[in-house]
């Protein structure tokens, strides 16, 4: 299968894992939280965004991508075996590094989080344990997913992700069914994470010609490697230092039912993220080509996958606007109303910085990561400052300010080093995308609005048929500004569809 064909499947298997992430997600939420309560899932919560603040892979995966991409581009599979074999001892000197630093952490647990009760420590000291242990096993094997995407094998690659949602589906659905606790569900989704880690080794040895040299030693290409990931590594800890942190934040000054009414705001912020940058991740071997014969084919790009990324963003972005809180309401109960401004908090800045994944794909392939890494780490200083002040005054919703307030300034700033560094014409993408596009975000938020004021809240029938007429205007407003390719990409697929139903 060839590049385009791979990106184009890759994209539609990417959306039917987020599909199966956002359905499993909405369903399972409410049970989860119904089955275990409120506190238990502000512990889950908890868990989940420690592990995420330690599990990152240190830049190696964005260096893996680049320069086995470069190698294999150059005809050098030799090249990109002996990168491997330099990354991995990287990789297994940082796991043991891990594995001290979670040790620590789990000692301190009560100093640390003195709002939760003597219960809610206990309970969490078992769950963090299950979930370090997770982490500690499966961080050697976080550059798989750079592997497969160097070698543009995306169809493989989301297949093995769609193969976890599903795991994680059938065996949460069975624990609770019969009535298994918080223990239980941790544990499932550490297994499901193990079983799709042995599944793209699978993919790797059968259709790839990945053979690590672990024998090879290079001084000169083992600092450059260290070099370029030491910044996105920076890049890394500082967005960790933005969402992933704040449930201990919140933990450490407001409590327990902070944590849950964050961690439903930022899981629905996720959502829309995962939705809108799936796409441009799977450009980076592409982009790195383009960027090899010269910048003359990046802005035409960055237009066409971003036209693409707002209309996706957009949609999301309005019809939560319009009818979030009504949904919020039926999902998890009044109890989590306050999500509701938290999660619209959270997605706005999502608005305008997803759909400039290409450059960020540039950024990568043109070695500029130092000044993005120079900007995130300032923003996630400012958000720490930010954060503690509001946090500790207003919860839950003070932390979803200071996030908002620190991603538009990084938005901002980042535009700027699009400009300069990578010699983008950041005015006419958003000319030709966000400004001609415009009314046809106008029109469905007025639409929504109304169908909000004739039609009651609170029934999931009336908001099924609030967001299946909110869909139809969106459409119809946004096919008039549409060229023919997003035409024939995005609409006519479903007319022939529906035609077919007929």
């Excluded at 009314?439 to 099924?464: E, H, K, Q, R, T």
């Amino acid at each position: 299968m060839d590049s385009n064909r791979q990106i184009k499947f890759g994209v539609l298997m990417s959306y039917f894992a987020i599909g199966i992430n956002i359905i499993t997600g909405l369903i399972y939420t409410p049970w989860m939280i119904s089955s275990i309560g409120q506190e238990n899932y502000g512990l889950f919560t908890l868990a989940n965004s420690i592990m995420a603040f330690f599990m990152f892979d240190f830049g190696l995966s964005g260096a893996i991508t680049r320069y086995i991409s470069k190698y294999l581009s150059e005809g050098r599979p030799d090249k990109a075996n002996n990168c491997l074999g330099l990354v991995y001892k990287l990789y297994f000197g940082i796991d043991l590094l891990l594995f001290i630093i979670l040790a620590v952490v789990y000692i301190y647990i009560p100093d640390i989080y003195q709002k939760l009760t003597l219960d809610e420590i206990e309970k969490f000291k078992i769950v963090y344990a299950i979930a370090a242990v997770f982490s500690v096993l499966s961080f050697p094997f976080i550059p798989v997913d750079g592997i497969l995407t160097a070698n543009e094998k995306f169809v493989q690659l989301k297949a093995c992700d769609v193969l976890q949602k599903l795991l994680i589906v059938v065996t949460m659905s069975i624990c609770l069914l019969s009535g298994c606790g918080l223990y239980a569900l941790v544990v499932v989704n550490a297994a499901a994470g193990l079983i799709s880690i042995f599944a793209k080794l699978w993919v790797i040895r059968k259709y790839t010609n990945t053979k690590i040299n672990f024998n090879y030693n290079n001084k000169k290409e083992f600092h450059e490697i260290v070099g370029f990931s030491g910044w996105i590594t920076i890049s890394t800890i500082a967005q960790r230092f933005v969402i992933s942190i704040l449930p201990s934040l919140l933990g450490i000054l407001s409590g327990s039912r902070a944590i849950a009414l964050f961690g439903i705001a930022s899981a629905l912020e996720g959502f829309v993220w995962l939705f809108v940058s799936s796409i441009g991740g799977l450009f980076l071997p592409k982009v790195s080509r383009i960027v090899a014969k010269g910048n003359s084919d990046l802005l035409p790009l960055m237009i066409k996958v971003g036209r693409i990324q707002f209309m996706v963003v957009s949609a999301i972005t309005i019809g939560f606007i319009c009818l979030g809180s009504d949904f919020i309401f039926l999902w998890v109960g009044n109890s989590f109303a306050d999500s509701y401004l938290c999660a619209v908090i959270l997605i706005l800045p999502s608005f305008m910085s997803t759909p400039e994944g290409i450059a960020a794909q540039a950024i990568l392939a043109r070695n500029k990561v130092k000044q993005q890494a120079l900007v995130f780490a300032y923003t996630s200083a400012i958000n720490i400052f930010i954060a503690c002040f509001l946090s500790y005054y207003f919860g839950a919703i003070g932390a979803s300010i200071s996030v908002c307030v620190v991603y538009t300034a990084r938005w901002l700033w980042m535009n700027i080093i699009y400009k300069n560094e990578l010699e983008l014409d950041v005015i006419k993408f958003y000319k030709d995308s966000f400004v001609k596009m415009l009314p046809s975000f106008v029109i469905p938020l007025i639409a929504g609005g109304i169908i909000n004021y004739f039609l009651p809240d609170g029934l999931w029938g009336f908001f099924l048929l609030k967001m299946t007429v909110f869909i139809i205007v969106f459409l119809i407003a946004l096919y008039h500004v549409m060229n023919e390719y997003e035409k024939d990409l995005l609409i006519r697929p479903i007319l022939r569809q529906i035609k077919v139903i007929k």
